[in-house]
């Protein structure tokens, strides 16, 4: 009998796997609610869904036989002229997941370290251990803001690259760009995640060009609505685009994520009023949950709101809504101790919700 554990990595059979949301058919089986009864504020998804244009442009298209373009030409393009800078700056990944893991792979080494600005999003140090780096977790402060000094006391010459989710996955926060910038002049790669600019409207990527070691990610799976679809993109230096052009899969984004990634730029109006009303929500939501008792929400410039839970509840909570078919995410690290993670839905959610709330513990 062949042992096949020795021949894999050491390092990836002891590795945490990522923790995913789980599929709305599941919840509603999980619960035996219908799945339109249930209301789903744990994924950070748009609950008005993507642009209708891209459902026709996904039903009229013919060639579904047939590879896509391995260089996103139309694509990269129609990027272009959104970000404001030329395509050559500009790679498409199987949602920013794949970039991130693409950016790891061209700069780990065995043994190199990554910093993750803790509390934050969970790819991070799930894709550096898939890639053989190793993580530095380096704290936020009280206000979830980057310690700049602690972060600069953490690099030495194995140190590759920096995360900072802008705004920050799950607190809402942006970094401010004099921050970005001071990582930047340390030298090492700093990644700027803003897969929720658009419900903020805070960017530093038009300075991409100017520094050789800046990466700005973004997704079209909360602002589009396309988080089923995988689709991101990267604004790279132009070496490092070439770099990550050349190492990622050929036929990386599907036919049918490249069609809706552009029919959604053509939509970019229409979108840009779901977002308003998103955002609009979002100060209302905020209001309510502050008038909850036992909730402490967070100021967030995302399209979800953080929840400090005061009567250290926030398991039992997260428990009884879901018996109610409202499924939020539930934090127990010790950065986000009794915290709960409430996506913005539509008013009628939001109402649900603080109903719910008001009922339980």
């Known amino acids: 009998m062949v042992n096949i554990e020795k021949l894999i990595r050491p390092e990836l059979l002891s590795a945490r796997a990522y923790t995913p949301i789980i599929p709305l058919k599941v919840l509603s089986e999980q619960v035996k609610i219908p799945v339109e009864g249930v209301i789903k504020l744990d994924g950070n998804e748009n609950p008005y869904g993507c642009s209708p244009k891209v459902k026709h442009a996904l039903a009229a298209y013919p060639y579904y036989h047939i ?51 803790v509390p934050t999003f969970g790819m991070y140090p799930f894709s550096t251990e898939v890639c053989g780096g ?146 609009a929500e979002r100060g209302c939501l905020f209001a309510k949950l502050k008038g909850v008792g036992f909730l402490d929400p967070f100021p967030s410039q995302a399209n979800f709101i953080l929840c400090s839970v005061l009567n250290g509840q926030a398991r039992e909570i997260h428990h009884q809504l879901k018996q109610k078919g409202i499924f939020i995410r539930y934090f127990d690290t010790p950065q986000l101790e009794n915290c709960l993670r409430i996506s913005v839905g539509k008013p009628e959610h939001t109402d649900v919700l603080i109903d719910a709330l008001k009922g339980v513990c």
């Open 67 to 117: 590879y896509p373009d391995p260089e996103q030409r139309e694509l990269r393009e129609a990027l272009a002229e959104y970000v404001g800078l030329p395509a050559h700056y500009i790679v498409a990944g199987s949602g920013s997941d794949e970039l991130i893991d693409l950016i790891l792979r061209l700069f780990i080494e065995p043994g190199d370290k990554v910093i993750n600005c």
């Open 134 to 279: 190793r993580i530095v977790s380096v704290s936020r402060d009280e206000n979830f803001a980057v310690d700049l000094a602690s972060i600069k006391a953490a690099i030495d010459e194995q140190t590759k690259v920096v995360f900072l989710a802008s705004p920050n996955n799950p607190t809402g926060n942006i970094t401010p760009q004099q921050d970005i910038l001071a990582l930047v002049e340390t030298g090492i790669v700093v990644v700027v995640d803003e897969a929720y600019y658009e419900f903020s409207g805070v960017t530093i990527a038009p300075l991409v060009p100017h520094y050789e070691n800046l990466v700005v990610l973004r997704s079209f799976s909360k602002w589009a609505g396309l988080a089923g679809l995988r689709v991101g993109y990267g604004i790279f230096p132009h070496r490092l685009a070439e770099l990550i052009s050349k190492i990622k899969p050929p036929y990386n984004v599907n036919v049918a994520a490249q069609i809706a990634a552009l029919e959604s730029l053509r939509d970019v109006d229409y979108l840009r009023d779901t977002i308003g009303t998103i955002v």
